[in-house]
């Protein structure tokens, strides 16, 4: 496929302005859809009169979709490493502008829609997710099972667990700002990306909102790239390890409870629950969910201490707002406070401050042959009496 280069007329003009708006694209194999996305994106940017660059994270196409971007004045970033969202995470480490935009490269998304986005930035959002169920899904566009059964149960989870106040977590056109992309850290490498940047924004309490987006059929000859079973679960599995509330703290909270009602009701005889005889086997069943569950709520004590050590806390307030900074180093200190850490925190903090100082006494690991001042006085004072009687 020939297409003819697109020049950019700012940098033809002169000294080239400063880029304000990347526009990322994660791509493999699109080669029928790449040439139209990337002219809908840079026809978008001159309507709207801002300096942008369409950057192309290639995550190793052999169509020909590279040629074709670099053709059209894109800008093509390899990335070796296979993923969607390994590919985005490329192309957006690599771009110049303050606000972000990104999109599937399928067509199934119109780039000349993101100046909605782009005013929602500049009046300080963080983030701005798309919601293709307030803006409409044309006919072909999306599988039934995704439309009535994914998206909407996913969505309706990352809400629960994480009072993200998104409709559609996992819509492909959103935006935005580089510094709050980085502050997100980001690292999940598949389809998982998605739901990791809406989780971690709410968690960091950032400004999120959202728009309507329309979702077209894309533009494709081949099947696509998501695969409906493999990805749900990869949804799901990263949610409930960002959320040991629900992986751990309420099942460990159920079981406990039923195992010690079972136990209460069994421990005086034998039960008769609708013909069936409930006798010492179920007791012993009652007594493993009890230790199950009380194994399982220690985890989720576990795991939130953990947090709150390495200044991540996770717990909302009766809003839905993350509590970090203050509170989070507050939290912090109280738990250092109950487990005796201070000395050995202040110790490790000026160990990574000066490496190579040693650690204070009040902190250095003890030796198995040395003894404590009083201990040794104690001994002296019996070897003495003993020399005396001798």
Excluded at 310 to 316: F, L, M, T
Aim: aromatic share 6%; glycine share 10%; net charge positive.
């Amino acid at each position: 496929m020939k297409v003819a280069r697109r020049h950019n007329q700012r940098q033809d003009a002169g000294t080239p302005a400063a880029i304000e708006v990347s526009i990322v694209m994660p791509c493999l194999n699109e080669a029928e859809t790449i040439a139209r996305c990337i002219q809908k994106a840079q026809r978008a940017a001159e309507k709207l009169g801002v300096s942008a660059e369409v950057i192309v994270a290639d995550n190793g196409s052999t169509d020909g979709s590279a040629v074709i971007a670099r053709e059209l004045g894109a800008r093509v970033v390899e990335v070796a490493h296979k993923g969607y969202g390994a590919a985005l995470i490329g192309g957006i480490e690599a771009a110049s502008g303050g606000f972000v935009v990104m999109g599937d490269a399928d067509d199934s998304y119109d780039f000349g829609e993101i100046g909605p986005f782009l005013d929602r930035l500049r009046a300080g959002d963080d983030l701005v997710v798309g919601n293709r169920f307030a803006g409409g899904i044309e006919p072909g566009a999306m599988p039934w099972l995704h439309r009535w059964l994914g998206n909407p149960v996913l969505s309706r989870i990352t809400r629960t667990f994480f009072h993200a106040r998104v409709g559609d977590t996992h819509c492909g056109l959103r935006a935005f700002r580089k510094e709050a992309f980085e502050r997100m850290n980001l690292r999940a490498t598949g389809m998982e990306f998605a739901s990791e940047m809406v989780i971690k924004a709410s968690l960091k309490g950032m400004r999120i909102s959202e728009l309507p987006v329309v979702l077209h059929p894309d533009g494709r000859s081949r099947p696509p790239h998501l695969r409906t079973w493999r990805d749900g679960w990869r949804h799901l599995r990263f949610m409930l390890l960002f959320s040991p509330r629900w992986l751990f703290l309420y099942p460990g909270l159920v079981l406990l409870v039923v195992g010690a009602v079972l136990s209460a009701l069994l421990v005086v005889g034998p039960l008769h629950v609708f013909g069936v005889r409930l006798d010492i086997h179920t007791l012993l069943v009652a007594g493993f969910l009890c230790l199950l569950g009380y194994q399982l709520v220690l985890f989720a004590v576990f795991t939130k201490i953990f947090a709150i050590r390495e200044g991540r806390p996770v717990a909302h307030d009766a809003r839905g707002h993350s509590r970090g900074g203050a509170d989070g180093s507050r939290h912090a200190d109280r738990v250092r406070e109950l487990l005796h850490l201070d000395p050995l925190h202040r110790a490790l903090a000026s160990r990574r401050a000066t490496p190579g100082s040693p650690l204070p006494a009040t902190c250095a690991p003890r030796s198995r042959n040395a003894r404590p001042a009083d201990r040794r006085a104690r001994d002296d004072r019996t070897r003495s009496r003993g020399t005396s009687s001798a």
